[in-house]
């Protein structure tokens, strides 16, 4: 697992990120256990309590769960999964129309861009 941290967001966020881009392109998939939450620690170099709240906000969201005394998994949900994907995809959209928006590219000619760049 290799996550590049940097220093403007609080690395939970971060961590927490990392997984939802990982349940998103399939890396990890429904039902998949992760790491526990020291091993997380332990391979990130991070703080074991830092670990401990992104585990946490997870479960809140329904990321993950966890079964009594077993190790921590992917949801299954379906929603929830395609929810992650379409969050996701959101937020790169807003990031990209807000850094072109200034530079007023006519749609048509943006989405001509978009096409032959993504096509590339």
Do not use: C, W
Request: charged residues 30%; glycine residues 4%.
């Amino acid at each position: 697992m290799e996550v590049k941290l940097n220093n403007r967001d609080p690395v939970y966020v971060q961590v927490i990120r990392h997984f939802k881009e990982q349940i998103a392109v399939g890396q990890l998939e429904p039902g998949q256990e992760i790491p526990s939450r020291r091993e997380l620690a332990n391979k990130l170099k991070i703080n074991p309590n830092t670990a401990q709240r992104a585990y946490k906000e997870m479960e809140e969201a329904g990321l993950i769960y966890t079964e009594r005394n077993l190790p921590s998994k992917v949801t299954k949900d379906q929603a929830t999964l395609l929810a992650v994907r379409e969050e996701l995809i959101t937020e790169a959209v807003d990031s990209f129309v807000a850094s072109v928006r200034p530079i007023n590219v006519p749609l048509e000619e943006l989405i001509g861009l978009i096409k032959a760049k993504y096509n590339s």
